[in-house]
């Protein structure tokens, strides 16, 4: 039969019971259980209706095990059921209780029930109340009421009891909360309950104890309480919208103090779709992608700017999560009676988090900014792009703001970059600023009213210092009326700092490139940047440069009195002098920038020597009028401390492109019209390329000669020294140098620029080289002479340079002869001593060249190891010259020289022997070896080679010189 229970509770505490007599009839059914059977038995609810499970245990223990029950709507739920015998009510008690779900423990109950018949007893009390309550064995004394020198159990056993009899005689079901805790037991918090149940005869049947354990419950409840604060008090803003199909048009049911702070503009937030928030703030493609990835379950973060370039400006970190949630059954825990349980991983809601970090953003940016800046300073970028960045990076720290650098420069102040103010106010400022030799005073005053005429209320400023405190400039800030913030002036002078150091580091550099770049005494480009402006200029000109219009001139000024009247007044004299002679010459070429030509370039290329570029030239007549005008600057009497000084000067011009191709041939023209005009005793000279005789300047020189070598330049000529009987003795070896421009330069020109430069030494162990490689060719005991420099042969490396030589051509040592001056062995006497000692062991023969125009020291003489003394020319040349009634002393002095050699062991060559008359006086004298234009000029060395052959066949019959084109005639060489 059907069971019949009591009218439903509204507790939760109200159990899943039923009470069954031994005749089956139900004694108590609870109202939450009759609901889940709905008229149906217990057993016919049951998926596995086995009648052994609802039997009692015969050992009067307690059984439990899962059930699974269908409710009338065919729903299928789990529950665990304990099934216990009631012997003092000859009845069974089945109580169930939802299983445990997920994660979630199953959910327990403390259930006693209490007999009224025939005596007031506890008849049951499960696992749970035994537990938490220790109510086994519970004496329920309605006479003893609660006392202050009671135990804790027994207060509690008293209140129970109290309880229940309010229970029974207001018939009517007692609830209370119960607080448990113990030395080994946590704080636990039941929901309590006496109801009390009556039979047919409407007495008291019997009364049913509950306990629901709410401290999860409680917990929770507490856990979202502290929840809910933290998010409350969060300084991230948070906000949580439902979901609905179309993703943003959830609307928002939650938000934090900090979002309705942060998002002020939109309250109020709660109950508007979240779409116009993230429409407002997202461009359509990020909405796009927002939509996409949240529906696919996935995190979303994105970076927002609210308000850029204004004085609100936020920068907000986004990030949206969603989520989904399960709501709490309404009648009891996890049962759900109703309605359908939400699919597993479906999204309900969405959480939105907007994190304010635009102080982070900010100091990012400070630091990128910082770092870009310090990059193009040391690329090399121009000084105001470099403050237009620096600028740029102040107005991205203070939004709603423009900046400016000042800089005081030569005494004036002037507005070195202000990208973002009007072009009005930087124009009007910079005109007021001209008029501040002192600090300006930005902030107030007259420049104060012209910002505040132009829309800028407020300005503030940080000086720009060097390293040595010297103000430099100022970071000024123009804006708003409004505080500012301790945070602002910190990044300010921070940025104030690096203006500081970068226009500090300009000034230092540009005070480097004076140095480096102009002369400090004239204050005129020096040569090498004068040779930087040549070079661009003629790179410059374009093709076709023959034209008249693209002609370049160059002219080399040279003082030619400067070094004696720097002698005989002094060094200030001579500095006052060359600043007044540049501001002359200056004022002499002002003339040619005022007709639309290029201006013309004045700089100090040397001690007295200026030189001038005239970038263009329309006639080459141009340079007599220019000449004069120069001229006249430099011969102009000066005054200085009195006295009235005259210089004098020489010009040297060139052009391009009609007598030069690049910078450095245009210079070495110059050179050599400059230092021609002196030797003629003229004003000026323009170099020309049809013929003539150039004196070359010593750098002239030595610029050619470092090319000489490498471009084949240099050549050797072999003279021929011819002995007794017309016997070949051998060849000198002569250095010639022909260059392409200049022709034929002597070697008294190149030689002393050569061992002043130091290039003697690898132009003499070439022509050693060259002239042993030759020799090896010649018949066996022809020698070969080599002039030697004294710079060469005090040389540490000169012995190892003449092995290399002999052991490279293979020439025997002894068909090798070194000709030395008088002079080179005198330079350093002991190291000369040492060498010559050194080459005499090899084997080489050593000649004493120009004997008699040096120290011709007869001491020294009987000291040096040579094999050979040379006569000079000069006694020779005028050998044979009549004096009536005198000796001639030329004669006399090779008869003497012939003399001493002849006693000392030393053979006698006489050089310059041009005629027949010096052929029979030397033989007169004694003299065994002579060379000159009589036997043969200094021939290449294929022609010395053909010279040989000839003379083999005539020098036995012939008195003539070789070279003449009929044979020679009767031997005039015997001697």
């Known amino acids: 039969m059907p069971y019949s229970h009591e009218p439903p509770l509204q507790t939760e505490a109200t159990p899943l019971l039923l009470i069954v007599g031994r005749d089956g009839r139900p004694i108590y059914l609870s109202s939450v259980l009759g609901l889940l059977l709905g008229g149906r038995s217990l057993t016919e609810s049951l998926t596995d209706p086995d009648p052994a499970l609802l039997q009692a245990p015969a050992d009067g223990h307690e059984r439990r095990r899962t059930v699974t029950l269908r409710t009338p709507d065919g729903q299928l739920q789990d529950f665990d059921l304990s099934v216990a015998a009631l012997p003092s009510l000859d009845a069974v008690l089945y109580h169930l209780e939802p299983a445990g779900r997920g994660d979630r423990p199953p959910r327990s109950t403390a259930l006693v029930v209490v007999s009224f018949r025939p005596t007031l007893q506890l008849v049951y009390a499960n696992a749970a109340a035994q537990h938490h309550a220790g109510l086994d064995g519970l004496e329920l004394r309605p006479d003893a009421p609660p006392g202050p020198g009671q135990s804790a159990a027994a207060r509690r056993r008293a209140r129970h009891t109290a309880l229940l009899q309010q229970a029974v005689q207001e018939r009517r079901a007692v609830v209370w909360l119960e607080q448990y805790s ?58 949580v919208a439902d979901m609905q199909p179309q993703l943003l048009s959830g609307r928002i049911q939650l938000t934090n103090r900090a979002a309705r702070r942060l998002l002020r503009p939109w309250l109020p937030l709660e109950g508007r779709p979240l779409g116009e928030l993230v429409r407002s703030v997202l461009t359509p493609e990020q909405v796009e992608q927002l939509s996409a990835d949240v529906r696919a379950g996935q995190r979303v973060s994105l970076t927002l700017q609210l308000a850029p370039g204004t004085a609100a400006e936020r920068c907000l970190e986004l990030s949206v999560l969603p989520g989904s949630h399960r709501p709490p059954s309404p009648l009891w825990g996890d049962l759900l009676l109703t309605g359908d349980a939400l699919p597993p991983g479906e999204l309900s809601y969405l959480s939105v988090t907007l994190r304010d970090v635009t102080l982070t953003e900010r100091i990012r940016r400070l630091e990128a900014g910082r770092a870009r800046t310090l990059q193009l300073s040391a690329g090399g970028a121009g000084l105001e792009q470099v403050l237009t960045e620096l600028v740029q990076t102040v107005e991205g720290q203070l939004p709603g703001q423009r900046a400016a650098v000042l800089l005081r420069q030569a005494g004036r102040w002037q507005v070195a970059c202000a990208p ?50 010297q103000e430099l400039g100022q970071l000024a800030v123009y804006g708003e009326r409004r505080p500012v913030g301790a945070r602002a002036r910190d990044v300010v002078q921070q940025l104030a700092d690096l203006a500081g150091l970068i226009v500090a580091g300009r000034q230092a550099l540009a005070q480097l490139a004076q140095v480096a770049y102009h002369d400090p005494l004239t204050g005129l480009p020096n040569r090498y940047t004068f040779m930087l402006s040549l070079d661009r200029q003629l790179r410059a000109v374009p093709e076709g440069g023959e034209l008249p219009e693209t002609r370049v001139g ?27 002679v540049t501001a002359r010459l200056q004022a002499a070429l002002q003339g040619r920038g005022r007709d639309g030509r290029p201006e013309p370039l004045l700089a100090r290329v040397g001690g007295d020597e200026f030189a001038v570029l005239i970038p263009q030239l329309d006639h080459e007549q141009e340079l007599g009028a220019l000449s004069s005008q120069l001229s006249a600057a430099i011969h102009a009497p000066l005054t ?17 492109p009609d007598l030069a191709l690049d910078g450095e041939g245009l210079l070495a023209q110059a ?65 010639r ?5 200049y022709g034929t330069i002597g070697p008294d020109q190149f ?48 012995i190892r340079e003449l092995k290399a030589a002999l052991a490279h051509s293979a020439l025997p040592p002894q068909r090798l002869e070194l000709e030395l001056t008088e002079s080179a062995l005198m330079l350093n006497s002991a190291r000369a001593e040492r060498t010559l000692r050194q080459v005499k062991a090899m084997g080489v023969r050593v000649a004493l060249d120009d004997y008699g125009v ?12 040579i094999d050979t003394i040379k006569i000079d020319r000069s006694f020779t040349r005028d050998l044979t010259a009549s004096l009536p009634g005198q000796v001639n002393p030329d004669a006399a002095i090779v008869r003497s020289v012939v003399g001493l050699a002849r006693d000392l062991g030393i053979e006698v060559v006489a050089e310059g022997v041009e005629t027949q008359g010096h052929l029979n006086l030397l033989a007169q004298l004694g003299c065994e070896t002579m060379q000159g234009y009589l036997f043969s000029r200094p021939l290449p060395a294929a022609e010395a080679q053909r010279w040989l052959i000839h003379w083999g066949r005539w020098s036995w019959l012939s008195g003539l010189p070789w070279g003449q084109e009929t044979p020679p005639g009767p031997s005039g060489l015997d001697f």
Not at 182 to 211: A, K, Q
Not at 421 to 432: G, H
Not at 562 to 575: E, P, V
Not at 854 to 865: A, Q, V
């Open 182 to 239: 113990g030395p080994e037991l946590p704080v636990l918090v039941l929901r309590c309950s006496f109801l009390p149940v009556y039979g047919p005869d409407g007495r008291v049947l019997l009364v049913i104890g509950t306990g629901l354990d709410l401290t999860p419950e409680l917990r929770g409840q507490l856990q979202a309480q502290l929840l809910s604060a933290v998010v409350q008090d969060s300084p991230d803003a948070t906000l």
């Open 420 to 469: 973002q103010l009007p072009a009005a106010f930087v124009a009007q400022l910079s005109e007021q600023l001209v008029e501040l030799p002192a600090d300006p005073c930005l902030h107030e005053g007259p420049a104060l009213a012209l910002a505040r005429a132009h829309g800028l209320p407020t300005c503030w400023a940080v000086p720009i210092r060097g390293r040595d405190g």
């Open 554 to 580: 160059l002219a080399l000024i040279d003082l030619d009195s400067f070094r004696a009247i720097n002698d005989a007044y002094g060094q200030a004299t001579g500095d006052q002098l060359l600043q007044a």
């Open 640 to 656: 200085v401390h009195g006295q009235e000084i005259t210089l004098r000067g020489n010009i040297g011009w060139s052009l391009y």
């Open 671 to 735: 050179d050599t019209a400059l230092y021609t005009a002196r030797q003629e005793g003229v004003t000026s000279r323009l170099y020309s390329l049809n013929g003539g005789h150039w004196t070359l300047s010593p750098s002239t020189i030595r610029t050619a000669l470092e090319r000489a070598l490498e471009q084949g330049q240099l050549h050797l000529a072999y003279q021929p020294l011819v002995g007794r009987g017309g016997a070949l003795r051998g060849f000198e070896a002569l250095l």
């Open 737 to 741: 140098w022909a260059h392409p421009q």
């Open 751 to 798: 030689i002393p620029v050569a061992e002043m430069s130091g290039l003697i030494r690898h132009i003499g162990s070439w022509v050693l080289q060259e002239a042993t490689r030759t020799a090896l060719g010649w018949p066996d005991g022809t020698v070969v002479s080599v002039n030697i420099s004294g710079r060469q042969f005090e040389h540490p490396e000169f």
């Open 854 to 865: 040096g120290y011709s020291n007869l001491g020294r003489l009987k000291l040096l190891d």
